[in-house]
């Protein structure tokens, strides 16, 4: 009897939560908040795991490919939806108890002390500028190394690398850091260094998702996105391309990869994108973690570049040099759509690589003394084969015509085999008439088209080193 009592008491006080009035979005944050963990998901089958478990929209951490193992950031509820469904899962770590980020890490203040202090000792081979404002209003700074850095110039290539569109991603700015520590450090004493800064424009950005990363210091140590609205917008699928087109991204708010209200929407992407659209890198690394692997475009499922031959080739080779898997997304994860490097790609042939650094025993908040120096050393051999390899086969020039024509022209790439012209690729051109196509040696016909007439057409024959052609029209 008295046990029929607490079983109907129990019922009651059941229903009566069960049905309070939270939304699901709601439930998901009040979980989140008390119940936020770390999770391991051992899989048998790594490609079915990885989709059920995007498809399930669960914030996934990382991989590990040895192990067949997933990292899921979850609450308790979905911990409970997974063991269900039978998944063989346990906790890693959980909120409350985490040690949380290594305060070696840098925040955005301390990024912003940083550059300028590079920029103070180095005044003559580096130039600081902001790309924009974050939605709080901080600045997204950028420094450029070059030998010239105040003028743009038009015979130098220019390669970007940066870090973090994700907030608890503490050890991307680290590497961008060591990018601009080796560069300025040994300039002059190391020949190939003085060499790249001599040859190249290169440009870092050390710190893109300021205001996340500050959320992340001060409120939520496992934040991702920025900080929109409380809930934030994923910046890594808030790009124009392919923009919601491949189940690569979510529209939920509460979602880790909420792609946000419409293409563009944040101010730190359309910093991105007007930054890109006037330096017009040749090559870029986007850097995230983890789960150590090289990701080229592009991310929804069997889409390939155009220039595939080439993309992949560079991508596979720094997979090599860093022992890092490498493919695009969707072989080698999951369908991801509204990426900044798909969208580099597409708009300006910019040839684009994500690096997730580090595996799954470092995770989002590995210990500093443990991992932040074999990280950036180990990544050393990737930004810099990019350093050398933007100085290999490829064709690069300017194209002088009336100012009117080159605010709109483009070059078409033809491949010569056997006395017939293939489509390469069609490279949109730079407004001071600049351009780079990197190509593998071979015999191509560039065909310069404004207005859509082709006004000049010069055949090509790329070896090993960079060829320069300048076209006068
Ligand atoms: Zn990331």
Redesign the pocket.
């Known amino acids: 009897m008295k046990n029929l009592k607490y079983i109907l008491a129990s019922i009651v006080i059941f229903t009566v939560f069960a049905t309070t009035s939270f939304s699901h979005e709601e439930n998901n944050q009040l979980f989140r908040k008390e119940w936020t963990m770390i999770a391991k998901v051992q899989v048998k089958n790594f490609k079915q795991g990885l989709k059920t478990l995007s498809e399930m929209d669960y914030d996934i951490a990382g991989v590990d490919f040895n192990q067949k193992i997933i990292d899921v950031l979850i609450n308790h509820h979905q911990y409970m939806a997974l063991k269900l469904k039978g998944f063989d899962v346990s906790i890693a770590e959980t909120k409350g108890v985490t040690r949380g980020p290594d305060k070696n890490y840098k925040n955005p203040e301390e990024i912003e002390t940083i550059v300028k202090d590079f920029h103070a000792r180095f005044k003559d081979i580096t130039k600081l500028v902001s790309i924009g404002k974050s939605l709080e209003g901080r600045d997204i700074w950028a420094l450029k190394i070059s030998d010239d850095p105040a003028a743009n110039d038009l015979s130098e290539p220019t390669v970007l690398f940066n870090s973090m ?2 907030a608890r ?1 503490i050890m991307t700015p680290e590497v961008s850091i060591d990018i601009i520590e080796y560069l300025l450090e040994n300039y002059q004493s190391e020949q190939k260094v003085t060499d790249w800064v001599n040859n190249t424009q290169i440009w870092v950005i050390p710190m893109f998702n300021v205001d996340g990363n500050n959320k992340m210091w001060n409120h939520d140590s496992w934040w991702r996105k920025n900080t929109r609205g409380g809930y934030g917008v994923d910046l ?1 699928r808030n790009y124009p391309t392919g923009w919601d087109s491949c189940n690569g991204s979510s529209g939920s708010r509460s979602s880790q990869t909420y792609r946000g209200p419409s293409p563009a929407s944040e101010p730190e992407t359309q910093a991105m994108m007007d930054f890109i659209k006037e330096v017009r890198p040749v090559f870029d690394i986007s850097y ?2 983890y789960s150590e692997l090289v990701i080229y475009p592009f991310g929804c499922g069997d889409q390939r570049t155009q220039t595939k031959e080439v993309v992949e080739k560079i991508g596979n080779k720094i997979g090599s040099l860093l022992n890092y898997k490498a493919g695009t997304a969707w072989e080698l994860l999951y369908n991801a759509d509204g990426g900044d490097i798909d969208w580099m790609y597409d708009a300006y042939q910019v040839i684009p690589f994500v690096i ?1 650094l580090n595996n799954s025993r470092a995770g989002f908040h590995p210990k500093y003394k443990k991992w932040r120096d074999k990280t950036v050393e180990r990544n050393r051999d990737g930004w810099q084969f990019l350093l050398n390899r933007v100085q290999k086969s490829g064709v690069r020039g300017v194209v002088s015509m009336a100012k009117s024509n080159l605010s709109d022209f483009t070059v078409e790439v033809y491949k010569l085999e056997n006395g017939s012209e293939k489509l390469f690729q069609t490279y949109v051109g730079h407004h001071t008439g600049a351009y780079h196509i990197v190509l593998n040696p071979g015999s191509y016909r560039l065909k310069i088209k404004t207005i859509n007439k082709i006004v000049n057409t010069t055949d090509v024959e790329v070896q090993d080193e960079l060829l320069t052609q300048n076209i006068a029209i």
């Open positions: 569109h994700h991603e890594n995230h973690a997730e």
